[in-house]
């Protein structure tokens, strides 16, 4: 992590002690690791050396030069290091829960996404950021794909073009950042009163990975189509990435933090009123990482410190839920919730597990979500932003009614005294295995909020366990469950699609493909018509003059040239006597010619 702790990684190549080169190599091998069957072996091995590689890098390594660029592949400081630590221990984690998965493509792409964001933790200069952000957006697509379904094809495709948008957007910013630097594109922070176009684009590039509204509809769209192991990996890297780079550049922007308090409210709006319970945590992501944008909008030491706090404590907690729901998806077929219900007796270990995400998530004491979420509020209050404060603390209501009550009642429970499938049964244990360790976490760092306070990249002097706090949480966690049992027939699930933005791509998809296959096609077969009967013929015409001017008139003149000279060659061959008297007579009269040229001039 520092110079002190430098260690025989720093003498290595810096290629090899780039851990996301470990991912890379693994990624790429995975064909052959599955027919030698060392696939569950290496999908153990190689995340927890990369969670202990990350301990004993140098502040500084991988410095290239190439066509004039200076780049950075490794950049550690303290808010690269919480970061790269919660990214390897979800490798960790993610690669265990999908142990079971025979499908090596599946592993590959994950892995590919995973050194992806390692490298964009580590990124010092723009260019690098932008090889690695690409990678990420890449291979997270296949996590779509990989499902082969209709409905996933569909919707990898518009994650793709919406990311493709995005960094296009992003590499604008760089470009820009690259004429008005003079060619200096180290990515260091911001300050809003230096701000020009090109960090403008810059942060519109990163705040689309964030699914900051009202560019965030990829995100509901695509993370519930991916497949069971592929939405676990995803719920965790890209919008956390994206928390990771404008937290580094971005900190103290006003227009962050309004719109990262309006995210935790559109979020939880639109999860409370949704069926399937992916899209539920997939709406979820972006109220969470509302918060997370909001305190690196209100800038403080506090709030900063909040967020990256929140981002670690979420890639834990969002992850459980995700192997939850995944788990149910997995073993029933099913994951919408007016499709599920009686499941308890079933799925015992699965319902634990996802009601510890779920009281995580809505910010119970003795959990992560009670430590890391109430320090973004308090540092909204502590900032005098009242209005921020109560747009986080109305999310936090609805989080706990949609995620913490919701959801598991209706997944496990819903009023029903049979199994909505009764052949379903807990997950593989590799999986609960993955689940377990997740929720240990949530707990550890409810109960022991220290351990993630040495990581945070500034000092720490908040202490969530105060009397007030507790009843406040305890209050309010207190009413919107006595609200959720007293409304409990009018919240119940209901088989419909909500609409959201992503109504305006998917529809001007469509209106896009009516007017090319229609007005379009009809104007380009105009054209083409039009050239073959008016522009052809001219251009054949026209081939037909040069070709007329090459052989009468150039080719006259070469040769006509050629011929004169070798003509007047005879002549003065012929003139040759051999007298050298002649010879001398005249270049004396040549000379004198040229002499009375001269005068005459």
Same mark, same amino acid.
């Given at each position: 992590m520092?110079?002190?702790m430098?260690?025989?990684?720093?003498?290595?190549?810096?290629v090899?002690?780039?851990p996301?080169?470990l991912?890379?190599?693994?990624?790429l091998?995975?064909?052959?690791?599955?027919?030698?069957?060392l696939?569950?072996?290496?999908l153990? =091995?190689?995340?927890?050396v990369?969670?202990?590689?990350?301990?004993?890098?140098?502040?500084? !390594?991988g410095?290239?030069?190439w066509?004039?660029?200076?780049?950075?592949?490794?950049?550690?400081?303290?808010l690269t290091?919480?970061?790269?630590?919660?990214f390897?221990?979800?490798?960790?984690?993610g690669?265990?829960f999908a142990?079971?998965?025979?499908?090596?493509?599946?592993?590959t792409?994950?892995?590919?996404?995973v050194a992806?964001?390692?490298g964009?933790?580590?990124?010092g200069d723009?260019?690098t950021?932008f090889?690695?952000?690409?990678?990420?957006? &890449? /291979?997270?697509?296949?996590?779509?794909?990989?499902?082969?379904?209709?409905k996933s094809?569909?919707a990898?495709f518009?994650?793709?073009?919406?990311?493709?948008?995005?960094?296009?957007?992003?590499?604008?910013?760089?470009f820009?950042?690259?004429r008005?630097? @003079?060619g200096?594109?180290?990515?260091?922070q911001i300050l809003?009163?230096?701000?020009?176009?090109?960090?403008y684009? =810059?942060?519109i590039?990163?705040m689309?990975?964030?699914?900051?509204p009202?560019i965030?509809?990829?995100?509901?769209?695509?993370?519930p %189509?991916a497949t &069971?192991t592929?939405?676990v !990996?995803?719920?965790?890297?890209?919008t956390k990435?994206a928390?990771?780079?404008?937290a580094?550049?971005?900190?103290?922007?006003?227009?962050?933090?309004?719109?990262?308090?309006?995210?935790?409210l559109y979020?939880?709006?639109y999860?409370?009123i949704?069926?399937?319970a992916?899209r539920?945590?997939a709406?979820?992501?972006v109220?969470?990482?509302?918060?997370?944008?909001?305190?690196?909008g209100?800038?403080?030491?506090?709030?900063v410190?909040g967020?990256?706090?929140?981002?670690y404590?979420?890639?834990?907690?969002?992850?459980l839920?995700?192997m939850g729901?995944?788990?149910?998806?997995?073993?029933?077929?099913?994951?919408k919730?007016?499709?599920?219900?009686?499941?308890?007796a079933?799925?015992?270990?699965?319902?634990?597990?996802?009601v510890i995400?779920g009281i995580?998530?809505s910010g119970?004491?003795?959990?992560s979500?009670?430590?890391?979420?109430?320090?973004?509020?308090?540092?909204? @209050?502590?900032?005098?932003?009242?209005?921020?404060?109560?747009?986080?603390?109305? /999310?936090?209501?609805?989080t706990?009614?949609?995620?913490?009550?919701k959801?598991?009642?209706?997944?496990w429970?819903?009023?029903?005294? %049979?199994?909505s499938?009764?052949?379903a049964?807990?997950?593989p /244990?590799c999986m609960?295995?993955?689940m377990?360790?997740?929720?240990?976490?949530?707990?550890?760092?409810? !109960?022991?909020?220290?351990?993630?306070?040495?990581?945070l990249p500034h000092? &720490?002097?908040?202490?969530?366990?105060?009397?007030?706090?507790?009843?406040?949480?305890l209050?309010?966690? @207190?009413f919107?469950?006595?609200?959720f049992y007293?409304?409990v027939k009018?919240?119940?699930?209901?088989?419909?699609?909500n609409l959201d933005?992503?109504?305006?791509y998917r529809?001007?998809?469509?209106?896009?493909m009516? !007017?090319?296959?229609?007005?379009?096609s009809?104007?380009?077969?105009?054209?083409? %018509?039009v050239?073959?009967?008016?522009?052809?013929?001219?251009?054949m015409?026209?081939?037909?003059?040069?070709?007329?001017f090459d052989?009468?008139?150039?080719?006259?003149?070469?040769d006509?040239?050629?011929r004169?000279?070798?003509?007047?060659?005879?002549?003065l061959?012929?003139?040759?006597?051999g007298k050298?008297?002649?010879?001398? @007579?005249?270049? /004396?009269?040549?000379?004198f010619? =040229?002499m009375?040229v001269?005068?005459?001039?």
């Open positions: 520092t110079s002190s430098l260690s025989p990684l720093a003498q290595l190549h810096p090899l002690m780039h996301a080169t991912f890379i190599m693994g990624a091998l995975m064909p052959w690791l599955c027919r030698m069957k696939k569950n072996a290496v153990v =091995i190689i995340p927890l990369a969670f202990l590689q990350i301990n004993m890098l140098p502040e500084s !390594f410095h290239v030069s066509m004039g660029f200076d780049m950075v592949f490794g950049r550690v400081d303290k290091y919480v970061f790269l630590h919660v390897t221990l979800m490798a960790v984690i690669s265990l142990l079971k998965v025979e499908d090596w493509g599946q592993h792409a994950a892995w590919l996404y992806g964001s390692l964009v933790t580590l990124a723009y260019l950021l090889i690695f952000w690409e990678l990420m957006a &890449v /291979a997270s697509t296949f996590l779509i794909w990989y499902r082969k379904k209709k094809i569909e990898g518009r994650y793709l073009l919406v990311h493709v948008l995005g960094g296009l957007i992003l590499l604008a910013g760089i820009l950042k690259y008005a630097t @003079g200096d594109l180290t990515f260091v809003p009163t230096d701000a020009g176009l090109a960090d684009l =810059i942060m590039g990163f689309l990975n964030a699914a900051v009202p965030h509809a990829w995100l509901p769209d695509a993370y %189509e &069971v592929g939405a !990996f995803m719920c965790a890297f890209t990435t928390v990771y780079v404008l580094r550049g971005f900190p103290g922007f006003e227009a962050l933090a309004i719109l990262g308090a309006i995210m935790a979020g939880v709006a999860a409370v949704e069926n399937d992916r539920i945590l709406y979820h992501i109220s969470q990482v509302g918060y997370m944008v909001c305190g690196i209100i800038g403080t030491a506090m709030a410190n967020a990256v706090a929140h981002a404590a979420h890639i834990l907690y969002k992850a839920l995700f729901a995944g788990a149910v998806l997995e073993m029933t077929g099913r994951s919730l007016n499709e599920l219900g009686g499941l308890y079933k799925m015992p270990l699965a319902l634990i597990f996802t995400g995580a998530i119970f004491p003795l959990t979500g009670f430590v890391s979420k109430s320090m973004i509020i308090a540092a909204a @209050g502590e900032a005098h932003r009242t209005g921020l404060l109560l747009m986080l603390t109305l /999310a936090a209501v609805g706990f009614l949609s995620v913490g009550i959801l598991p009642y209706y997944i429970y819903g009023g029903k005294s %049979e199994p499938v009764p052949e049964k807990d997950p /244990a609960l295995w993955a377990g360790i997740a929720a240990f976490m949530c707990f550890f760092l409810g !109960f022991y909020p220290e351990y993630l306070y040495r990581m000092a &720490v002097d908040y202490q969530p366990y105060t009397a007030y706090h507790l009843s406040e949480t209050q309010l966690l @207190g919107t469950g006595l609200g007293l409304m009018k919240l119940g699930p209901e088989p419909k699609m933005l992503d109504w305006f529809k001007g998809s469509i209106v896009f009516v !007017f090319a296959s229609g007005p379009l009809r104007v380009n077969d105009w054209v083409g %018509e050239y073959r009967s008016i522009g052809l013929a001219w251009t015409l026209t081939a037909k003059a040069l070709s007329w052989r009468e008139g150039i080719d006259y003149v070469v006509g040239t050629a004169g000279v070798v003509d007047t060659g005879d002549k061959r012929q003139a040759q006597t050298i008297q002649h010879y001398i @007579g005249a270049a /004396a009269v040549l000379l010619g =040229i009375i001269v005068i005459l001039l």
